[in-house]
């Protein structure tokens, strides 16, 4: 849910017509609530012995700090790029003790460790922090220039406060790798107050996005093996195909009825029913009508339903659920109602499968686990409250990231012919020349240039700016001592807009993604200056579902259409939560 990024899911508040659904973030489950978390921080850092930590060697070079500049928000904005993204492996390293750590700096040695009150940043407004400052003039929905400006005024590193919340903010790759490398065990975020205090309040269980600790690590572990080993995530190729013919039935209806020079109107709410009828069935191994030419009734329902949740929950997210429950003002009964109706559809999908599942069984004996759900219930290791929280929170954490991402693909492409045909080339190499035909798992290992354009996208458009960790112990990040329980965000939009991490980082170059002859990439020699899906143990548990969702997906689309730009202008990104098209994507679709 944001673009400082506040609570981390992957729906977001987009502005739809007959599809209406919000914005939120991926900023998921943590272990305290982060008012606690801050009230510790406090009492902690007066205990500090700074004297110790002076002696700290660094020896790990980085980019430099930059100086501080007078240049406005949008100035700034025009002189940098757009951009983040990139690919990171797992890792469950240990927080390591400050007194051991090796920190970048511009000389490559610090002599002297800088206190947590030297970290520069803006002072902000009373109260509120910078939050003022994003506030004014709609400064939320391009809160990533703000941030540009931010860090080109104090350096890479730097601290603002937010309401009651106080955050010290990456913008280096090398930082942003300390950050991750010393994650703990069970990776902390900022908590999801609105989701934990309905659960609460109705007496369900928490999932995936809302467990912490230990509880979190069961459930991730259990839902895991479903959706994230490659050889597992290849098996649901069958569902994500079968939705995507009737994805491209639905592309021709509304683009014929319209009749407007191949104009297929809200290509984004488009974009948005595709990603909900494929998870729903990768989920919930059934069909809820999204792609149908009238939306049956319930699901609209649901859909209207998220969204509603989402927009309700911003101001609790920011403020206290508990208030607003206890006086049952409307920001509470908007999300209350909201949850009730989104677990109650979900209970019925989950509740309906299980008595197909029981009804197979005594007809046919045991059956084997293939689908998620069914494997879910078989496994009996989670209660049937578990089950529905669980697959409402990875069906909310889904959809969004996948829409909003082949939305800027389908944008991108029709503005850049030469790419849009070198696609179809690779596609149609692989592929062959009958158009019937669907890819697979091994077809997409063939079409490098493909995966180079979704990894491009996600370095342009990152759906989720910013991501934060809370670390348990003290860290030296960038010569700064940070206390534990400390608020830590990586700003992946503003490094991405870097020039000095990627080349002409305003332009869509999927190329740079390409090994050339020597084996070289022309990309960033971090591994985290572009990291989509997150790092570590709490990487988006949903990455190789939405991989293969969106390559399938376009290898489909550059195979039965060509693209053409309707519109008249650029369209900047926005933050509703996450990062979606700011405006109309008008891209015109013709027939192969």
């Given at each position: ?8 899911i992957f729906?977001?508040a987009s502005r ?7 914005a939120?973030t991926?900023?998921?489950?943590r272990e ?13 850092r ?5 004297h110790?930590?002076?002696k700290?060697?660094?020896d790990m070079p ?6 501080p500049t007078d240049?406005?928000?949008?100035s700034?904005?025009?002189s940098?790029g757009t951009c983040?993204?990139g ?6 390293a240990?927080?390591v003790?400050v ?10 040695v610090?002599?002297?460790v800088?206190s947590?009150d030297e970290?520069?940043?803006?002072k902000?407004?009373?109260?509120i922090?910078?939050?003022?400052t ?13 941030q540009i400006?931010f860090?080109k005024?104090?350096g ?8 009651s919340l106080e955050?010290?903010?990456l913008?280096d790759?090398?930082l942003?790798?300390m950050?991750y490398?010393h ?8 908590d999801m ?5 309905y659960?609460m ?5 928490l ?7 230990k509880q ?9 093996k479903k959706?994230l ?9 069958g569902?994500?195909?079968e939705v995507?013919?009737?994805?491209i039935?639905?592309l021709?209806?509304?683009r ?5 020079d ?5 290509l984004?709410n488009?974009m ?6 494929s ?8 069909r ?13 329902r649901?859909?209207?339903s998220?969204h ?9 997210f920011?403020?206290s659920?508990?208030f ?8 509470w ?6 949850w009730?109706?989104?677990?109650s ?6 509740d309906?499968r299980l ?7 005594e007809s046919?004996?045991e059956l084997?686990a293939?689908g ?10 989670l209660?049937m409250?578990e089950i529905?929280s669980n697959a ?6 889904g959809?969004?990231t996948?829409?909003n991402?082949l939305?800027?693909?389908?944008y991108e492409?029709s503005r ?5 045909e ?8 692989v592929?062959?020349s009958?158009?019937t ?6 077809d997409?290992a063939q079409?490098p240039?493909?995966?180079?354009i979704?990894k491009?996208?996600?370095r342009l ?9 809370i670390?348990?112990k ?6 700064y001592?940070i ?16 020039p000095?991490?990627?080349?002409e980082p305003?332009s869509?170059r999927?190329?740079r993604?390409l090994?050339?002859?020597s ?7 971090s591994s985290?200056?572009?990291?989509p899906?997150g790092?570590?143990p ?9 991989e ?8 489909k689309?550059?195979q ?8 008249e ?5 926005t933050?509703?939560g996450l990062?979606v098209?700011?405006g109309?994507?008008k891209?015109?679709f013709?027939?192969?």
């Open positions: 849910m944001t673009g400082r990024q506040v609570p981390r729906a977001s739809l017509r007959s599809l209406r659904h919000p939120s991926m900023a998921v489950p305290r609530s982060a008012p606690q978390q801050m009230e510790e921080t406090r009492s902690d007066s205990t500090v012995q700074m110790q930590l002076n700290v060697v660094v980085s980019g430099n700090p930059n100086e240049s406005t928000v949008n700034v904005a025009e940098w983040p993204a690919l990171g492996t797992t890792t469950d240990a927080p003790p007194e051991h750590i090796k920190t970048p700096s511009a000389n490559g610090h002599t002297h800088q947590f970290i520069p940043g803006p902000g407004w009373p109260f922090g910078t939050l003022g994003y506030l004014v003039g709609n400064g939320l929905s391009r809160i990533y220039e703000h400006a860090t005024q104090y890479p590193i730097w601290k603002e406060r937010l309401g955050f010290v903010n913008a790759p090398e942003v790798s950050m490398r994650d703990n065990k069970y990776p902390m975020r900022v107050k609105p989701w934990k205090a659960r309040h109705r007496n369900e269980s999932g995936v996005l809302t467990h912490e600790g979190w690590h069961r459930a991730r572990r259990l839902l895991s959706i080993p490659p050889k597992t995530v290849g098996a649901y190729v569902v994500i195909n995507m013919e009737d994805m039935q639905r021709r209806y509304v014929d009825v319209t009749n407007q191949g104009l297929v109107p809200e984004t488009e948005y029913k595709w990603s909900m009828e998870i729903f069935k990768i989920l919930f191994e059934t809820i009508g999204c792609l149908d030419k009238q939306i049956p009734a319930e699901s609209q649901f859909i209207d998220i509603q949740m989402f927009i309700s929950g911003q101001i609790l920011v403020t659920p508990e607003f429950r206890k006086y049952n003002l409307k920001p009964r908007d999300h209350e109602a909201a009730d109706y989104i677990f559809f979900a209970r019925k999908a989950v309906n008595a197909e599942i029981s009804a197979q069984s046919e004996g084997e293939d998620f759900l069914t494997y879910l219930l078989s496994s009996k290791q209660s409250k529905y409402c929170e990875l069906l909310l954490a959809v969004d996948t829409s991402t939305a800027w693909v389908l492409l850049h012919p030469e790419v849009e070198r696609l179809h080339q690779e596609v149609c190499q592929l062959g009958d158009k035909r669907k890819a697979n798992t091994e997409l079409m240039y493909l995966k180079s979704i491009e996208i996600l458009y990152p759906v989720v700016p910013a991501n934060n960790r670390l348990e003290d860290i030296v990040i960038g010569g001592h206390p534990k329980k400390t608020i830590i965000g990586s700003l992946q939009y503003v490094i991405g807009r870097d000095k991490v990627f080349e305003n869509f999927p190329e993604w090994r050339d002859n084996g070289r990439m022309h990309c960033s020699n985290f200056a572009s990291v899906f790092f570590g709490r990487m988006c548990i949903g990455r190789r579902i939405a293969l969702e969106l390559n399938l997906a376009l290898a689309i550059s039965t259409f060509k693209l053409e730009y309707l519109g202008g650029t369209v900047a990104p933050v509703q990062l098209p700011g109309p994507v891209v015109g013709t027939d192969r």
